[in-house]
């Protein structure tokens, strides 16, 4: 069974920096894509950025670009999601997902597994 659980998550003053983890056990995850998205009160899920592992290739949101970085570790089966120079606009809950294959999705409904969030509040 495919476990997910993300940590990391916090307050932090706009420009601040986070780096959010994302555990994953109960697969050989060398055939996924990892993915992290976010969904901040009275919003849909949208997005962040995402990892193929067999690869490394990774695809980011026009909103995160030049600021997060996702990257994994194969030692330790997790995989990261570095934030820097956040904003405001930032705060949600960012939740890790795994979908199985080659492609990067940038959909929600193309993640099969899910880990439960964590917190990420940036204030002004």
């Known amino acids: 069974q495919v476990q997910l659980v993300e940590s990391g998550g916090g307050l932090v003053q706009a420009g601040g920096s986070l780096r959010l983890s994302c555990a994953a056990s109960g697969r050989t995850f060398r055939s996924y894509v990892m993915g992290w998205f976010r969904q901040a009160p009275g919003k849909e899920r949208e997005f962040v950025a995402a990892?193929?592992?067999?690869?490394?290739?990774?695809m980011y949101a026009d909103s995160v670009k030049g600021r997060f970085t996702i990257s994994r570790d194969n030692g330790k089966n997790t995989v990261y999601l570095q934030m820097n120079n956040l904003k405001p606009e930032d705060t949600a809950v960012y939740y890790c997902?795994?979908?199985?294959?080659?492609?990067?999705?940038?959909?929600?409904?193309?993640?099969?597994?899910w880990g439960q969030g964590t917190q990420v509040t940036v204030s002004s």
């Open positions: 997902a795994a979908r199985y294959g080659q492609w990067i999705g940038v959909k929600p409904y193309e993640y099969e597994y």
């Open positions: 990892i193929r592992w067999s690869d490394g290739s990774t």
